[in-house]
């Protein structure tokens, strides 16, 4: 049996057995580690997670879908895509709000268990300002 990771024992403590449908979006969302996020990085995965661990942003389903609003309707940015499915099933982030604190409470505070199944060699779009397209960088 495989050691569960924090996100999911985040998940099972808060919602129970039924944890699928917001394991899968929340790990494809937090992929940054939030204690090295850096200010204005214009990301979407940074920027959702900052949004998500945030303790000043009160209302982070406005915000998100102000980020969502301002991207281009024929995107089809995986994140993007995420972030409407983590609002339709939960349209206040109230569960994930509650996730976040679990996960925030569990012995590891730079949250390193939480993304264990991502492969970091995978190319990712960098968004910067000043351009109309994203670039691929390598990480």
Do not use: W
């Not at 049996?1 to 808060?14: D, G, P, V, Y």
């Not at 995986?78 to 972030?83: D, G, L, M, N, T």
């Not at 609002?87 to 206040?92: A, F, K, Q, T, Y």
């Amino acid at each position: 049996m495989k050691e569960k990771t924090q996100l999911e024992i985040a998940c099972a403590e808060i919602i129970g057995d039924d944890t699928n449908q917001y394991y899968e979006i929340l790990s494809n969302l937090l992929i940054m580690n939030p204690q090295l996020l850096k200010k204005g990085d214009t990301r979407l995965s940074a920027q959702f997670t900052s949004i998500l661990f945030s303790d000043e942003v009160d209302d982070k389903a406005h915000l998100i879908c102000s980020i969502i609003e301002t991207i281009d309707d024929k995107s089809n940015d995986k994140y993007v895509e995420q972030a409407k499915q983590l609002l339709e099933i939960d349209p206040v982030l109230d569960i994930t709000k509650q996730i976040i604190d679990k996960l925030k409470s569990l012995p590891d505070p730079n949250y390193s268990e939480i993304m264990r199944k991502v492969n970091i060699k995978h190319e990712m779009k960098i968004y910067r300002k000043g351009y109309a397209s994203p670039t691929r960088r390598r990480i």
